[in-house]
């Protein structure tokens, strides 16, 4: 995974390790995650786009397994 980005409409984010979150957001919290991945001979790369929204308030984890 290389070019990870996360961008939000509201909220801090933080790195942790290997983790990376936002804090303080507001709801609705609408975010975007983007990266570049390589394929399984590593010859080219795609590029990877998630978009959601949180509604409800809570403790979220979203976990990308590549």
Same mark, same amino acid.
């Given at each position: 995974?290389?070019?990870?980005? $996360? +961008?939000?409409?509201?909220?801090? #984010?933080?790195?942790?390790?290997? !983790?990376?979150?936002?804090?303080?957001?507001? %709801?609705?919290?609408?975010?975007? $995650? +983007?990266?570049?991945?390589?394929? #399984?001979?590593?010859?080219?790369? !795609?590029?990877?786009?998630?978009?959601?929204? %949180?509604?409800?308030?809570?403790?979220?984890?979203?976990?990308?397994?590549?």
């Amino acid at each position: 995974m290389e070019g990870l980005s $996360i +961008t939000t409409d509201s909220g801090d #984010q933080y790195k942790s390790g290997y !983790s990376t979150g936002v804090k303080n957001y507001l %709801l609705p919290l609408d975010a975007k $995650i +983007t990266y570049r991945t390589w394929n #399984q001979l590593h010859t080219s790369q !795609s590029g990877v786009s998630f978009e959601f929204i %949180l509604n409800e308030p809570g403790s979220w984890k979203i976990t990308i397994n590549y």
